[in-house]
């Protein structure tokens, strides 16, 4: 009977420490507003250790995307014709994996994941930042053109390189394919 006394008075009872109020977890900052049009002049990935120029590239006779010259595999092209990167739109940005002289500027495109950056230094002075969502690599016979080019009417940079298994004949099976979204505006690269 005794000990009934204690517990119920307090004295033998371990109490739940009092807890402090729940932090309220920081708001996401939002978007930043679309940029105006301005040329890309150089894109850089530091998780990659890219710094490359880039150069305006259209659409071949068949309507395809064209590609940096491969005697100059250190450079990126971007469809000119399009979005610029920061731009409302799907901006596409695209380089080698490899050349017949060795690795190119894009080789370990494959190799980042949702949360590296990418960032663009435009002509108007201004850094257009990028955070990447995805990493996919298609087939080129099943290339999901409306996913990776549509517009999702915020700003979007794709970033496109060869990829999958290698035929001398052919060249590669596949597309690497970055999907990335503008989350900042910077002054320097």
């Known amino acids: 009977p005794e000990d ?36 890309p002049t150089v894109l850089a990935v530091p998780a990659i250790t890219i710094e490359a120029p ?18 100059d595999p250190e450079k990126v092209g971007w469809y000119a014709r399009g979005p610029a990167p920061g731009e409302r739109g ?3 940005m695209v380089g080698h994996r490899d050349t ?17 950056t990418v960032r663009v230094a435009r002509a108007d002075g201004r850094v257009a930042v990028f955070t990447v969502d995805k990493v996919r690599t298609y087939r080129k016979s099943a290339f999901p053109d409306k996913e990776v080019y549509g517009s999702t009417g915020r700003p979007e940079l794709r970033l496109l390189t060869c990829g999958g298994a290698y035929d001398r004949g052919s060249g590669y099976d596949a597309n690497v394919v970055v999907f990335a979204h503008l989350t900042g505006v910077d002054k320097t690269i």
């Open 54 to 71: 880039v150069l305006d590239l259209a659409l071949d006779r068949k309507g395809q995307l064209g590609v940096p010259p491969v005697d």
């Open 100 to 116: 017949l002289t060795g690795p190119a500027v894009f080789l370990d495109l494959g190799s980042l994941g949702p949360g590296n």
């Open 90 to 92: 799907t901006a596409v």
């Open 4 to 39: 009934g006394a204690r517990s119920r008075a307090g004295g033998g009872e371990a109490r739940p420490p009092a807890s402090a109020p729940a932090a309220r977890p920081a708001k996401p900052a939002p978007p930043p507003a679309p940029l105006s049009r301005s040329r």
